[in-house]
């Protein structure tokens, strides 16, 4: 079975902080990808990656960067938490496009 | 962004009824995905629908893919307390630099059903 961990399931960050969310799959997808859930809007593309070092930006890549050193790896980085990206954030990665997006079980950040 | 609607975004109902979940959208759409996401855990994917017009049936979900490929619909036959969770359908659309499809997601349907 695939499996796609995320480093923190519960997450609290003050204003202003740098935070690092780490999501990591074991299946050797070529596409990673990181959303963030918010009620009444589904999930929305943050950013997402279809190589090692190579990135693309989604729908709502402001206040976010990501980074993709490694094949099994993708992570996204807030450079100075702000209180409106208090949020559920889930990585999902594919073998291909298209195919099907595996997805882990999410992180919820709070930012105070 | 191009949108997907979902309705009704919540729907409580009593075990063994029947219920239709609905996805539309103005955009047309290579294929179409429905999801399924549980409490604590990340959507798992239950279906892909690609032909215009396309019928899927799992168990007691039945899914249709809308003839102009722009909406979709759900439906639970005998609803069970096994089918509670956010549904969540997903355009496939061809918008990066690479040519690769991305997925737009839906707004959500959260189903509640009632022992």
């Known amino acids: 079975d695939v499996k796609v961990t995320q480093s923190s399931r519960y997450l609290v960050k003050r204003t202003g902080e740098k935070v690092f969310l780490e999501c990591v799959q074991d299946?050797?997808?070529?596409?990673m990808f990181w959303y963030r859930q918010d009620p009444g809007l589904g999930l929305r593309l943050i950013y997402f990656?279809?190589?090692?070092?190579?990135?693309e930006k989604g729908d709502i890549p402001e206040g976010y960067s990501v980074s993709r050193e490694k094949k099994e790896r993708f992570s996204l980085i807030l450079e100075s938490a702000s209180t409106n990206q208090t949020s559920m954030y889930l990585c999902a990665s594919s073998l291909g496009t298209p195919d099907t997006q595996y997805f882990g079980p999410g992180t919820r950040l709070t930012v105070l | 962004t191009q949108l997907l609607e979902q309705s009704p975004q919540f729907l409580s109902i009593q075990e063994g009824e029947n219920l239709t979940v609905y996805c539309n959208s103005s955009?047309?759409?290579?294929?179409l995905q429905w999801y399924r996401q549980e409490p604590g855990e990340g959507p798992v994917l239950l279906v892909t629908v690609v032909t215009g017009g396309e019928v899927k049936k799992l168990k007691r979900l039945t899914f249709q893919f809308g003839d102009a490929r722009k909406d979709s619909s759900l439906h639970i036959t005998a609803a069970q307390p096994g089918d509670t969770g956010l549904y969540l359908c997903?355009?496939?659309?061809?918008?990066?630099?690479?040519?690769?499809?991305?997925?737009?997601f839906g707004t959500g349907t959260r189903l509640t059903i009632i022992p």
């Open positions: 955009s047309v759409f290579s294929s």
């Open positions: 997903a355009g496939r659309r061809d918008i990066s630099n690479f040519g690769n499809e991305k997925l737009t």
């Open positions: 990656s279809y190589d090692v070092k190579m990135k």
């Open positions: 299946m050797d997808h070529e596409n």
